[in-house]
C-alpha cells in the first residue's frame, strides 16, 4: 500500500508539470470544430488536418473533434480523410475560430475523382504504429462465409492476427490468446464476440463506423488486456435525412434504419439482424424428433445522439444479441451479450475536450435440459460489469496533445446459480459470487520535438481489489502441474478487499520521419490484465467462464516493444509496412491436466501460472487507390509457452502459433455494376498434441506421451480462397435508392482444411484395440451464397 | 465435466446439422516416434466372488494393435491394514491372481490395500482402500418413442441412492447379455449423485444421466440406430465404489479415449498423460502407469421384457 501512496504522489506530482507549460503558449489562438460526412452528418474518425505554414497538423478524435493551437496569422488549413474530397480552407486567426467541416464521399462525384483522389500518407507520418484500420466499406467488399461480411473474420486477414482455426471463436493478437483482446463496442467490453460459435461475429456491419485494432503500441488511454484494443464504432445515425438499408442473405436478415431527432441536432440508428436457417429447415425437420428445436440468433443495435449546444453532446448506444439453441420447448441453452453506453461529449474550451463514458455490460448463458419436473438441472452464468470512464484531451499547442483521465470498473462475476432435480428430489448449488474493481488513471502526452521527431510517452497506474463477500482459499502446494487442494479458507464480508493488485504500465512511442514517403516508428507497452478467460479447449467456448484475479491467480502481465518500417510508394498509391515485435507474457494462465472448469468452488486449485512469448515480423503492403486494390499480409511469427507442469517443463508451441501466415485481399472494380473480389489465406498448420504409446487398462486403450509432449506435430497446412462478386443497379443521377446483389464462393478450392486431429479406438465393435486417428476439418465443401442489399 | 460437454454438444450437433454445418473427417496414419516401453500396472480388484486379477505388461506404439508384452515374473502381493497378505500367483503370462476355495473375495469394506510387486529388482506399490457402495433399489425399463436423435425402443435406467456425506466416487459399470458396456462413451462415472465434485449434488438419487448411462447406443450394419435394449435381453448393473484418485483417473480415461470428432473438436482440451498412483521404490515415476483400486460392489440384474402400448 505504500508503494501505491508513493505511485500516486508521483502521478499528481508529474500532472501539473504538463499543464504548466501552458504558459508559453499563452497569446497562441485555437482553430478548432468537427469534421463530418456531408451526405449523413457522421462525425469522421482520423481525418487529417494539415496546416501548410507549420507542415504541422493534427487528426480528428473519435467523436470528429480536432483542435489546433497557433499564433495569430493567416493560414492555409487541409483537411483531407481518406476516400473523401479533400478541402483547403484560408482561415486569418485573430480570434479562436470555431471551423467545422463537411466532406463529401469522392466516389460519388465523378468516376474519375476515384482514380486520381489523392491518397494520404497518414501511415507514415502518424506516430501509430502496430494498428489497423478497417473501414466498413472495405469489410462489405471481402468475400464471406455465406456472403455475410464479417468484421472478426476480416481482422484475420490483417499482419498478426491469427485464429486457432475455422469455426473458432475469437482472434489471436501477436501470439495472444482469444481472452487477451479487449473487444470494446462504443467502448462497453463485448465478452463472447460471435455468433453460432466462430462463424459470425457479433456485430452488425451495417451499424458499425470505423474498426480499429490496436496490437502494439496501446496508448495508455486503454489498458486491461494483454495483447490487443479491438475498438469498434458504431454509426451515429444520419443527421440529414431518414435512410434505411439492410439485406436479405442465406443465413441473416439485416435491416438498420436512421433518421435525425431534430436535423442536424441530434439523430439514431437502430439495426437488427436474424438468422432464419431454422425456419427455412422447419419443412424438413417437422416430421423428424426435431420438430420444435429452434437455433437461431438476432441481435439488435441502437444509438441515439444529440447536440445539447455546442459545447455539448450526449450519446446513448446500446447492444443485445442472443444465441438460442432449444432441442424442443424446455430444454436448450442460449448465450449473449448486453451493453449499454452512455456518453457525454464536453467541450470545456476549444482546447480541453472531454467525454465522460458511463456503461453497462453483460455477458450471460443459460442451459436447461429435462422439463419433465422429475429431473431437470439448469445453469446460469454471467460476468456483470459497470463502469465509469472520464477522459480529457488537452490540445496544448501544435507540438503538445495530452491526454489523461481514469477508470474504474466494478465486476461481478457468477460463475454458476444452478438447480437440479434428481428423480423428484430438488438441489441447488450456487457458487459465491465474485466482486473486484478495477481502476485506473493514466496521462499521456503526444509531443512533435521537431518536424522529424514525435514522441508519446505516458504512465496508466492501475488496480485491482479483489473484493468480499466471499470465502478465500488457501491452497496446499503439491508438485506444479497438478491440482491443488484447499487446506483453509476465511470469510470476507461485503466489499472487503481480500487480494489487492497494482501496477505501473509505462507506454511510449516514437516516430522519426526519414522524408515525406518514409519512416521509423518504435514503441513499448506493458500492459496488466487482471480478468482471465478460463478456457482450455481448442476453441473458446460459449461456456467458458471468465474468473477475476485472487489471492491464488496473479494478474497478467505482458510487455512488448515493437519497431516498423513504413513507407508510400507513388503518391501514396501503395503504402507499405514493415514490422517486428516481441512479447513476454507473465503469470499467463493455463490449466492443470483434466481440469474441472465449468462449476467448480476450487477452480483457483486447477490453474497454473506460467511464462509466455510471443515474436515475429509483420509485413503488409496495400494499394489504396484505383480500380484494382487491395492488400498483402505476411506475418511470420511464434507464439510459445513455459508452464511448470506441462511438455517436461520445457517451452512448447501455443495452439495457434503460426509460423508463417499469408492473406492477399483484391478487389477489381470492373465497371459501374459489376466489382470482384477474392481473397486468398494460407497458413502454417497449428500445433496439436499427439500420443506415442498407449497403456491398456480394464480394456480401454488410453493414448499416452513418454517425454508428456504438448502440442507436437503440426497438422497440414490450411489454405483458403474465396471470390465474390458485387452488382450494382445501374446508377442514374437522382435516384436515391440504391442495391446490389452479392455472388460469393467461399472456399473455391473445396479443400478440407484440417482444424484438429483426435485418436480413438475403432469403435466397429466392443473390446476393439485397434487404434486411429483422424483428422478434422470443419467445412469440407465449397459453400456458395448470394445475398441482396438495398440502400435507399 | 467431460460429459457434461458431451451431453451439451451432442445436441449442438444434431441441431447445428440443420442448418448443414458439416464437418468432415479423414483417417490420418502418422508416424509416431517409438519410445521406452513403460510398466502398465491394471489392478482393480473389488468386492464380488470370483478371481481377483492383476494384470502386468508392457506399453506398446499407440497404433499397435498387437497383443502388448506381458509381464512374467512378477511377485505380487496384497496386504491389507489387519496385517494379512494375499499373494497372487502368475496364473498365465502377466496375469496374476488369487482366488480362496469358497470363491468368495478378501476385499471388505472401509479396509485399506497395499499392492506390492517385486519386478526386476524394483518395487512397486500402491495404496488404495475399499469404500461404500450404494444398493441398486431397482432397474426399469420403458418403451419410448423416437426423441431428439435416439432411436424408438427399450430404455433402461437403474436407481439408487448416493450416501449423505461429500465425496463418494463411483463406476458404474453395466453389462447387456453378460457384454460388458465398454465403449469408452459408456464409461458411466459419479462423484456423488452427479458428474464432478464441483457439482456438489450429495445424497441424491443419480442424476438422470447416470441412471441411463446403462444404454448402449449401436448401429447395424446400415447405419440405422438400434434399440438399447430389445425384450429378453438380460442388463447387470454394478456400482463399483472407487477412491476418489480412482475416479479422476477413470475420468481421465473418459476424457482422453472418448473423442467424438467432428465439430466437437473445437472444444476439445488438448491429449495429457493419466496419473498413477503405483510408485517405484517408493516414489513418483515416470517409468510405471495403470492404477489400482479397490471396490465394494452392489449389483442387479434384469431380464427386459416386452412391454405393450
Redesign the interface.
Known amino acids: 500500500m505504500k508503494v501505491s501512496v508513493k505511485l500516486l504522489q508521483i502521478f499528481l506530482f508529474i500532472s501539473p508539470l504538463f499543464f504548466s507549460s501552458t504558459a508559453y503558449c499563452q497569446g497562441k489562438l485555437t482553430i478548432s470544430g468537427y469534421i463530418k460526412d456531408q451526405g449523413s452528418g457522421e462525425t469522421l474518425i482520423g481525418a487529417t488536418v494539415y496546416v501548410e505554414e507549420i507542415e504541422n497538423g493534427t487528426v480528428s478524435n473519435v467523436y470528429g473533434f480536432y483542435s489546433i493551437s497557433l499564433d495569430p496569422g493567416e493560414y492555409t488549413v487541409n483537411y483531407r480523410y481518406v476516400g473523401y474530397e479533400s478541402q483547403v480552407k484560408k482561415i486569418v486567426l485573430n480570434e479562436n475560430t470555431k471551423v467545422d467541416i463537411e466532406l463529401g464521399e469522392a466516389g460519388e462525384q465523378l468516376e474519375e475523382v476515384v482514380v486520381t483522389a489523392e491518397a494520404e500518407n497518414a501511415n507514415v507520418t502518424s506516430l501509430e504504429m502496430s494498428v489497423n484500420k478497417l473501414d466498413i466499406k472495405t469489410i462489405q467488399q471481402i468475400p464471406s462465409l455465406l456472403g455475410e461480411a464479417d468484421l472478426i473474420r476480416s481482422i484475420q486477414l490483417l499482419p498478426g492476427v491469427s485464429t486457432a482455426g475455422e469455426g473458432a471463436s475469437g482472434f489471436n493478437v501477436r501470439g495472444g490468446g482469444v481472452g487477451q483482446n479487449l473487444v470494446l463496442l462504443d467502448e462497453a467490453p463485448v465478452y463472447n464476440s460471435s455468433h453460432l460459435l466462430g462463424f459470425f461475429s457479433v456485430f452488425n456491419p451495417d451499424a458499425v463506423k470505423d474498426v480499429k485494432l490496436i496490437k502494439g503500441g496501446i496508448p495508455a488511454q486503454y489498458g486491461g488486456r494483454l495483447s490487443s484494443i479491438l475498438d469498434v464504432r458504431m454509426k451515429e445515425g444520419n443527421m440529414k435525412k431518414f435512410s434505411a438499408s439492410g439485406g436479405v442473405g442465406t443465413i441473416f436478415s439485416r435491416l438498420t434504419l436512421e433518421a435525425p431527432i431534430v436535423k442536424n441536432k441530434g439523430s439514431f440508428i437502430l439495426a437488427g439482424r436474424r438468422s432464419y436457417a431454422d425456419i427455412l429447415a422447419r419443412p424438413f425437420t417437422a416430421s423428424t424428433s426435431f420438430s420444435d428445436a429452434a437455433l437461431y440468433f438476432y441481435d439488435v443495435t441502437l444509438k441515439s445522439n444529440y447536440n445539447i449546444d455546442e459545447k455539448n453532446r450526449i450519446f446513448l448506444s446500446g447492444y443485445f444479441g442472443r444465441d438460442v439453441f432449444n432441442f424442443d420447448e424446455g430444454q436448450g441453452f442460449s448465450w449473449g451479450n448486453t451493453t449499454t453506453t452512455l456518453r457525454w461529449n464536453h467541450l470545456f474550451n476549444e482546447r480541453l475536450f472531454s467525454n465522460l463514458t458511463v456503461f453497462y455490460s453483460d455477458y450471460d448463458y443459460a442451459l436447461k435440459f429435462g422439463d419433465d419436473g422429475e429431473d431437470e438441472f439448469s445453469w446460469d452464468s454471467r460476468i456483470i460489469n459497470y463502469s465509469i470512464k472520464p477522459e480529457f484531451t488537452y490540445y496544448l499547442n501544435p507540438n503538445n496533445e495530452l491526454t489523461f483521465g481514469g477508470q474504474a470498473i466494478f465486476y461481478d462475476f457468477k460463475p454458476a446459480e444452478t438447480s437440479a432435480i434428481s428423480d423428484g428430489e430438488v438441489g441447488s448449488i450456487t457458487l459465491d459470487d465474485k466482486y473486484g474493481l478495477e481502476s485506473a488513471l493514466y496521462i499521456a502526452n503526444q509531443q512533435t520535438l521537431s518536424p522529424k521527431l514525435t514522441l508519446q510517452y505516458g504512465l496508466r497506474l492501475s488496480m485491482f481489489n479483489y473484493l468480499g463477500s466471499s470465502t478465500a482459499y488457501e491452497f496446499d502446494n503439491p508438485e506444479r502441474g497438478e491440482r491443488r487442494n484447499p487446506i483453509s479458507s476465511q470469510e470476507f464480508g461485503g466489499l472487503e478487499t481480500i487480494e489487492r493488485y497494482m501496477n505501473l504500465e509505462p507506454r511510449f512511442n516514437v516516430k522519426y520521419q526519414l522524408n515525406d514517403n518514409e519512416s521509423i516508428k518504435a514503441s513499448y507497452n506493458r500492459m496488466a490484465q487482471y480478468i482471465h478467460l478460463i478456457s482450455n479447449t481448442t476453441a473458446s467456448n460459449p461456456l467458458d467462464v471468465w474468473t477475476p484475479s485472487t489471492n491464488n491467480i496473479a494478474p497478467q502481465k505482458a510487455d512488448q516493444i515493437a519497431l516498423g518500417y513504413f513507407r508510400n510508394f507513388k503518391k501514396n498509391q501503395y503504402e507499405a509496412s514493415v514490422e517486428v515485435y516481441y512479447k513476454k507474457i507473465h503469470d499467463l494462465v493455463d490449466y492443470i491436466d483434466g481440469a474441472d472448469l465449468l462449476i467448480n468452488e476450487f477452480l483457483e486449485g486447477d490453474l497454473l501460472a506460467g511464462e509466455g512469448r510471443a515474436y515475429g515480423a509483420e509485413f503488409y503492403l496495400k494499394k489504396n487507390t484505383g480500380k484494382f486494390n487491395g492488400w498483402i499480409s505476411y506475418t511470420l511469427a511464434r507464439s510459445e509457452r513455459l508452464v511448470e507442469g506441462i511438455n517436461n517443463n520445457e517451452w512448447y508451441a501455443s495452439r495457434f502459433d503460426q509460423l508463417h501466415n499469408l492473406s492477399v485481399v483484391a478487389f477489381y472494380e470492373l465497371n459501374e455494376r459489376w466489382t470482384f473480389s477474392g481473397n486468398f489465406a494460407y497458413n502454417t498448420g497449428t500445433p496439436n498434441t499427439f500420443p506415442n504409446s498407449r497403456i491398456e487398462v480394464q480394456g480401454y486403450v488410453i493414448p499416452h506421451s513418454n517425454n508428456e509432449a504438448r502440442n507436437n506435430v503440426r497438422i497440414p497446412d490450411y489454405y483458403r480462397l474465396d471470390f465474390s462478386a458485387t452488382l450494382y443497379r445501374k446508377k442514374k443521377p437522382n435516384r436515391k435508392n440504391d442495391s446490389n446483389w452479392v455472388f460469393s464462393i467461399y472456399n473455391v478450392l473445396n479443400r478440407e482444411n484440417p482444424f484438429s486431429n483426435y485418436f480413438t479406438v475403432s469403435d466397429e465393435f466392443r473390446n476393439s484395440r485397434e487404434t486411429q486417428a483422424f483428422q478434422v476439418a470443419i467445412f469440407g465443401s465449397i459453400i456458395p451464397a448470394v445475398s441482396y442489399n438495398f440502400k435507399f | ?1 467431460k460429459r ?2 458431451n ?2 454438444f451432442y ?2 450437433i ?3 446439422s ?2 448443414s ?10 508416424e ?7 510398466i ?1 500396472v ?1 489392478a ?1 480388484l473389488n468386492s464380488m466372488s470370483g478371481e481377483q486379477v492383476i494384470h502386468l ?1 508392457k ?7 498387437s497383443e ?1 508384452p506381458k509381464i512374467s515374473g512378477a511377485s505380487v502381493s496384497v496386504s491389507d491394514n489387519a496385517g494379512n497378505t494375499f499373494v497372487f500367483d502368475e496364473a498365465e503370462p502377466g496375469k496374476y491372481t488369487w482366488a480362496r476355495a469358497d470363491s468368495s473375495s478378501f476385499i471388505t469394506l472401509n479396509t485399506s490395500y497395499n499392492l506390492e510387486i517385486v519386478y526386476e529388482g524394483d518395487l512397486y506399490t500402491a495404496v488404495s482402500e475399499a469404500r461404500r457402495s450404494p444398493v441398486i433399489d431397482s432397474i426399469m425399463v420403458e418403451r419410448r ?6 432411436p424408438e425402443g427399450y430404455y433402461a435406467q437403474f ?1 439408487a441412492k448416493d450416501f449423505e456425506g461429500e465425496g463418494d466416487t463411483y463406476w458404474i459399470r453395466t453389462y447387456k447379455n453378460d ?6 462413451s459408456e ?1 458411466n462415472i459419479a462423484y456423488d ?2 458428474f ?6 450429495d445424497g ?5 444421466p447416470i ?1 441411463e448411462g446403462v444404454n448402449p447406443f449401436d448401429e447395424d450394419e446400415n447405419e440405422e440406430d438400434l434399440s438399447p435394449y430389445v425384450p429378453g435381453d438380460r442388463i447387470r448393473v454394478e456400482i463399483w465404489s472407487t477412491t476418489e484418485e480412482a475416479f ?1 483417473f477413470l ?3 473418459a ?3 472418448n ?5 466437437q ?11 498413477t498412483n503405483v510408485l517405484v521404490n517408493n516414489e ?1 515415476s ?1 517409468k510405471v ?3 489400482f483400486n479397490t471396490s465394494m460392489v452392489e449389483s442387479m440384474e434384469k431380464v427386459i421384457e416386452e412391454i405393450t402400448e
Open positions: 465435466m457434461f460437454f451431453i451439451v445436441h449442438f444434431l441441431v447445428s440443420i442448418i454445418i458439416q464437418s468432415c473427417e479423414t483417417e490420418i496414419e502418422p509416431l516416434a517409438a519410445l521406452e516401453p513403460l502398465t491394471d482393480w505388461a506399453t506398446t506404439a499407440y497404433f499397435d494393435s502388448q418413442e423416437e426423441e431428439l436423435g435416439q436407481f457384454e460388458f458396456l465398454s465403449k469408452p464409461i449423485a452427479a464432478s465434485a464441483g457439482g456438489n449434488f441424491f438419487t443419480f442424476i438422470n441412471r479422476y475420468s481421465d480415461v476424457n482422453l479415449t473423442r467424438e470428432g467432428g465439430i473438436a473445437l472444444f476439445e482440451s488438448p491429449i495429457y498423460n493419466t496419473t513418483e515416470d502407469v495403470g492404477f
